[in-house]
């Protein structure tokens, strides 16, 4: 049977004491003096007269959020000075590093830890963590919380190849490879988001200290955001439709019904491509049960939320999705992940446009038509919205339909929710889908 030891405390100002000539305390018994000139440092004595030295700390920022928007204190920690046994003055020296470490947030037992294992706190995972914490976590009324959308952006596979790299190492020209990569797969839209996240990033580690340039400043990038005027006709969008479908031909899962439903609600790309299986709900609304999708404010960009009443046509598609098991519905990978390579699948539906249109024309014996002009996905929502209006929905509810923020002075005065309006203006452009 293991012996049962027992600690006594003790507070002495162990720099004018002899320590060597401490009795050790009895069997069974361990002695522990806390240090009055260094709060934190302690001395143990074992029976045996065993001598050690230990730092007691907290870590700051580990703790809950206080009401001011701050994370307090973390749970109180030891680490035990290395051996062999060390005098006063170099146990007080290492002690106040590592107090000093926990004040700005540091834990020094997990660095010598990741030290010891080939990793480093300024790692690039290691401060995207603290950064989402430290910044992004802490919800003000300004802000909102921030943390789901920084943790969205900065996890996503073409950041993943910095993780072991130091903060410090990367380089103008890796930020340029990275984000000529998110162009590549998500678009000149998503690269400009990216490069967003990645500015706040760099932007608080120069704060920190953590590094001493910040390489994404005057950062030269063709990627602009372009007003663009494209509004699909009507035969347009139905031919995007029918492109869409589950024959062998067509583009099928995910992106075919992924499409399906931008066209039926209007709504941003991502808003439809993550949606998760948690945020359908059902809605009473004048006593009658509605179809409805919730998107949370952590992703929404007004940082509000907005709720998507569904039409039957749209209700229809996410009830005739397959159940892969994992949380999202438009997903490559069993539901695990949101669906990608969004660059790929627009690319994949031209052709397909392009094909169809060149098969009618053969059947009815002409040239092969022009092709489609050149449209965005985010010319579909467009579209919607400008439709809504000729067929005499009034702007407010479209902007709400659209998930638009709305101005400081309607925020204030107008309570209304507006969801019946919605709700009527989805069924009404619903009608010519079904």
């Known amino acids: 049977m293991a012996e049962t030891i027992t600690y006594r405390q003790e507070t002495k100002r162990l720099a004018n004491m002899d320590l060597k000539r401490i009795?050790?305390?009895?069997?069974?018994?361990?002695?522990?003096?806390?240090?009055?000139?260094?709060?934190g440092l302690r001395l143990r004595v074992t029976s045996?007269?065993?001598?050690?030295?230990c730092v007691v700390y907290r870590v700051a920022g580990e703790g809950p959020v206080g009401k001011r928007g701050r994370p307090g204190k973390g749970k109180t920690r030891r680490y035990t000075l290395e051996e062999p046994f060390k005098s006063y003055r170099d146990a007080r020296k290492l002690a106040l590093e590592v107090l000093e470490a926990a004040a700005n947030g540091d834990d020094y037992a997990e660095e010598r830890k990741q030290h010891a294992l080939g990793h480093s706190s300024r790692s690039v995972k290691a401060l995207i963590e603290r950064f989402i914490v430290e910044y992004a976590r802490p919800e003000t009324k300004k802000s909102g919380n921030r943390e789901d959308?920084?943790?969205?952006?900065?996890?996503?596979?073409?950041?993943?190849?910095w993780h072991d790299r130091e903060l410090a190492d990367i380089t103008r020209a890796d930020i340029h490879s990275l984000l000529n990569k998110v162009t590549a797969n998500r678009g000149q839209a998503a690269s400009i988001e990216m490069r967003k996240h990645l500015s706040k990033l760099f932007h608080w580690a120069l704060d920190q200290q953590f590094i001493t340039t910040?390489?994404?400043?005057?950062l030269d990038r063709v990627e602009v955001y372009e007003v663009r005027e494209?509004?699909?006709s009507m035969d347009e969008l139905r031919r995007i439709w029918d492109a869409c479908g589950n024959e062998k031909e067509d583009l099928g899962y995910p992106f075919g019904p992924m499409y399906r439903m931008l066209i039926l609600t209007g709504a941003r790309r991502a808003e439809i491509g993550e949606m998760e299986k948690s945020e359908r709900r059902?809605?009473?609304?004048?006593?009658?049960?509605?179809p409805a999708v919730?998107?949370?404010?952590?992703?929404h960009k007004s940082r509000r939320g907005h709720t998507m009443y569904l039409s039957p046509p749209a209700a229809a598609i996410l009830d005739s999705l397959p159940d892969l098991g994992g949380k999202f519905l438009f997903s490559s990978t069993e539901g695990k992940t949101p669906v990608s390579g969004y660059s790929k699948g627009k690319a994949r539906l031209d052709r397909i446009l392009k094909e169809r249109a060149e098969k009618e024309a053969a059947k009815r014996g002409e040239e092969p038509p022009e092709p489609m002009e050149h449209w965005t996905v985010h010319d579909i929502r467009r579209t919607v919205a400008t439709n809504l209006a000729e067929m005499g929905i009034p702007g407010d509810h479209i902007e709400r339909v659209l998930g638009h923020s709305m101005e400081k002075l309607q925020r204030t005065y107008i309570k209304h929710d507006y969801a019946q309006e919605m709700r009527d203006a989805m069924l009404v452009w619903g009608e010519l889908w079904t």
């Not at 959308?149 to 190849?161: G, Q």
């Not at 059902?282 to 509605?290: M, N, P, Q, R």
């Open 23 to 39: 009795d050790p305390p009895r069997a069974g018994e361990h002695l522990e003096i806390r240090d009055t000139a260094c709060d």
């Open 48 to 53: 045996k007269g065993h001598r050690s030295w």
């Open 149 to 161: 959308l920084a943790r969205n952006w900065l996890e996503k596979p073409e950041v993943k190849p």
């Open 214 to 218: 910040n390489p994404i400043t005057r």
């Open 230 to 232: 494209r509004v699909l």
């Open 282 to 290: 059902k809605i009473t609304l004048d006593g009658e049960t509605v």
């Open 294 to 299: 919730v998107i949370p404010p952590s992703k």
